[in-house]
């Protein structure tokens, strides 16, 4: 029996990516109230066997994540702009991006090391030190999504990224796309990027105990190095709760990255839900 296709996508500005089986699809309300649409295939890379073999198919998915968030923020952007008469080129988006993620490996990944470094002569344990990194980590991210949720702009992009997980909801158990069938489901989904996040630091502390903290350089570049893979066995452990929702100990497993998405998802209005429905009949 063929295994049912799991849907995925991610809220960009004023609209929702999709991404299908052999397409992605952007949908995106325009300064008229109109939609603007775009819908393109999948590279083969994205489709192919390798995006199906296990473990491989997580890194893959990493960089297909990049690649798709990119191209769905920069058309979303330009729609934005149309009534001020600009357009966003990629090159400065992927600029903007990149000084982003060099910025979050160093609050999320590199400050907590320096931070656990230093406490670990008090700590008195390797073992302690990772921990405490770890939750160094995570607080710092949680502050994070705490602090960008107050931003209006902010808010309005939850709302479509709830509007994202409702929809997919809906699809994936076979309901007819409309509002009020999409209103049934609730906006948090387990095979979130909030989740996925969540999950990513678990494990990474799991990892961490194993590869020693001696000495500095191979503290601080363990942390970066590794990143595919723990992200590979996250990817892994997040199909795998996707296919297992209704499974009481997976249900203990997603609790608590359920519950962090209560900081990434807002209630969406029917607007907001119409433009995922674009998306994914598109997609």
Not at 155 to 161: A, P
Not at 164 to 172: L, R
Request: charged share 15%.
């Amino acid at each position: 029996m063929e295994e049912q296709y799991t849907y995925g996508g991610q809220a960009v500005i004023e609209g929702v990516m999709i991404r299908g089986k052999r397409f992605m699809s952007v949908a995106v309300r325009r300064p008229d109230n109109t939609i603007a649409h775009d819908c393109k295939p999948l590279g083969t890379i994205f489709t192919g066997r390798l995006r199906r073999t296990v473990f491989l198919r997580g890194i893959i998915a990493l960089a297909e994540t990049l690649v798709l968030g990119v191209r769905a923020l920069t058309y979303s952007a330009n729609v934005a702009a149309e009534s001020e008469g600009e357009e966003l080129g990629r090159g400065a988006l992927i600029g903007m991006i990149s000084v982003s993620m060099l910025i979050a490996i160093t609050v999320f990944f590199l400050g907590p090391v320096i931070l656990s470094k230093m406490l670990e002569t008090l700590l008195g344990s390797d073992f302690l030190a990772n921990i405490t990194e770890g939750l160094i980590r995570l607080a710092a991210f949680i502050e994070y999504l705490v602090l960008i949720g107050r931003i209006p702009d902010i808010k309005r992009v939850f709302m479509y990224h709830g509007a994202e997980h409702m929809t997919v909801h809906a699809t994936e158990n076979g309901e007819a796309l409309n509002t009020a069938n999409i209103q049934k489901y609730p906006p948090e989904h387990p095979r979130c990027g909030t989740a996925f996040l969540l999950i990513v630091f678990v494990v990474s502390v799991i990892v961490f105990v194993f590869v020693g903290r001696d000495p500095l350089w191979w503290l601080l570049t363990s942390r970066v190095v590794l990143v595919p893979f723990i992200a590979a066995a996250s990817y892994e452990l997040i199909r795998l709760s996707g296919r297992h929702q209704s499974s009481p100990f997976v249900k203990m497993i997603t609790g608590p990255s359920l519950a962090l998405q209560s900081l990434t998802t807002r209630q969406p209005e029917p607007e907001q839900i119409e433009i995922a429905i674009t998306a994914m009949q598109l997609a």
